[in-house]
């Protein structure tokens, strides 16, 4: 009989490897992040919360409805609302009810907003470069294989349980 492939090496080890793979993800988003809330604070006056918001808005030139922006960020329709009011206030966005479901509502960019985020779009294109500068194309490549991997896994292990 085949050990299971989940196990083999014992559970020692696995957690370890897999307490070493959650914290290395961590340190890799918390650097990345952290270069990049920098620079668009910095440049924009943009957090990463905002700028994500805003890309989602780039989505959907005709606009989009929050519920697919929450959906989408994977965040709360509480979190949206208050992104939505500061980029309201911002002038960076419009909101109207949607036409077809009154209980929903449609954000788009101003024009303020369209220069802003695209001008902010660049920055973030460059910072991620400066990021994984020192890192070969080819690493690249494979992380991104294994990272999509893993989620695969998971997620599947999630579905069946």
């Not at 929450?70 to 002038?91: F, H, Q």
């Not at 303020?112 to 460059?126: E, I, S, T, V, W």
Request: proline share 3%; hydrophobic share 40%.
């Amino acid at each position: 009989m085949a050990a299971d492939p989940r196990t083999s090496g014992g559970k020692d080890d696995r957690r370890k490897a897999e307490t070493r793979i959650w914290l290395q993800i961590l340190a890799l988003e918390s650097a990345i992040f952290t270069t990049l809330n920098s620079a668009l604070g910095a440049e924009f006056g943009l957090s990463v919360a905002k700028f994500e918001f805003l890309a989602q808005v780039d989505r959907y030139p005709d606009g989009v409805n929050l519920g697919t922006i929450s959906s989408n960020l994977k965040v709360t329709s509480g979190n949206v609302s208050g992104l939505v009011r500061r980029l309201l206030a911002d002038g960076l966005i419009t909101k109207k009810m949607s036409p077809e479901d009154r209980r929903s509502f449609i954000v788009r960019f101003t024009p303020k907003g369209k220069r802003l985020f695209d001008q902010a779009n660049a920055l973030h294109a460059q910072k991620l470069s400066e990021c994984f500068a020192e890192a070969p194309s080819g690493l690249l490549e494979d992380s991104l294989t294994m990272l999509r991997s893993l989620t695969s896994k998971m997620l599947q292990e999630h579905h069946h349980e």
